[in-house]
């Protein structure tokens, strides 16, 4: 192939990776079976063809048994899980261990032959690892993979941190999917500073043009509420509260996680429930000082 097909190549490949309204990135949620713009939200392919099993089973030796294929694609691993893995069988001798350890040790070299797919394989590990330890869902670990992915190839990641890069793209997959994360919780499962994934986030959204909806303060009442042990009555009436809220124009401007921790705060103690400051601090990482600012600006709505 010579220089003129291979740049019509890459051309192509980069039309097929962007919006054609608007040239955003192209994120594949698996879950819903779309495939939608990060930028613009338009859906370019609903009800793609499921590539799973059509039949069930109930243990993984039922799985293994009645499969008749390999595994289905998937942006979670490098080589989208299509190479073949070294698995451990029965017992081996000593001198059997080395050897196997040896063609291990070579068949994962010949997977990552390239600096790009070195970056590519740590990197997804390193959001499987953070999506694991915060319970994330898998149609979120999917969007960070693709987010990920994407500044791979477009070699963004030069000269910058693959823990920064991956734990921004995480952040960045929560907001996609309407199941936001703030930077802090990020940073905590985290081996790099929030300051520095804060960094990486907005170096990888102008890249990659990637336009991120604003988050409401009500999305993260679920979670507070449950992390709290409140009823879900105070989750209603802090979300009215929030409502009331934005249309005073005091939400904008300010930390989301704080108005849904204020709100949920000040619900509670109108409801006679128990919860104290610190307690809502520490289930939000929002400190005591914040909640009482934001919980006196809720307060003065009514009055």
Not at 286 to 289: G, H, I, P
């Given at each position: 192939m010579n220089s003129s097909e291979e740049a019509r190549e890459e051309r192509?490949?980069?039309?097929?990776?962007r919006c054609p309204e608007c040239g955003g990135l192209l994120v594949t949620a698996e879950k819903r079976g779309e495939l939608l713009c990060s930028k613009c939200g338009l859906v370019l392919e609903e009800?793609?063809?499921?590539?799973?099993?059509?039949?069930?089973?109930?243990?993984?030796?039922?799985?293994?048994?009645?499969?008749?294929?390999?595994?289905?694609?998937?942006?979670?691993?490098?080589?989208?899980g299509l190479t073949t893995e070294m698995g451990r069988g029965r017992k081996l001798s000593p001198e059997k261990k080395r050897q196997f350890r040896r063609l291990r040790q070579?068949?994962?070299?010949?997977?990552?032959r390239t600096s790009q797919e070195r970056s590519l394989s740590t990197g997804l590990q390193e959001l499987r690892r953070m999506a694991s330890q915060m319970g994330l869902p898998k149609v979120v670990l999917e969007l960070s993979a693709s987010v990920y992915k994407q500044a791979v190839e477009q070699e963004l990641l030069?000269?910058?941190s693959i823990e920064a890069m991956s734990s921004a793209s995480l952040y960045i997959g929560t907001r996609l999917s309407k199941a936001p994360r703030t930077l802090d919780e990020i940073s905590k499962v985290a081996t790099v500073p929030r300051t520095e994934i804060g960094r990486a986030e907005r170096y990888i959204r102008s890249e990659l043009e990637v336009n991120l909806p604003p988050v409401s303060p009500k999305k993260f009442l679920p979670r507070l509420a449950s992390e709290l042990g409140l009823s879900t009555e105070v989750e209603l009436s802090a979300g009215r509260l929030i409502d009331r809220a934005s249309k005073e124009g005091i939400v904008s401007g300010r930390d989301p996680m704080s108005i849904a921790a204020s709100a949920l705060y000040l619900e509670a103690r109108r409801g006679g429930e128990e919860v104290t400051q610190s307690a809502v601090a520490d289930a939000s990482n929002?400190?005591?000082?914040t909640i009482r600012n934001r919980y006196k600006e809720l307060q003065a709505i009514e009055q």
């Open positions: 192509r490949e980069e039309e097929e990776t009800e793609r063809i499921e590539s799973g099993p059509e039949w069930r089973a109930y243990t993984q030796g039922e799985r293994e048994k009645r499969a008749r294929t390999g595994a289905p694609e998937t942006v979670l691993l490098h080589e989208k070579r068949h994962k070299e010949t997977r990552m030069p000269g910058r929002v400190s005591e000082v």
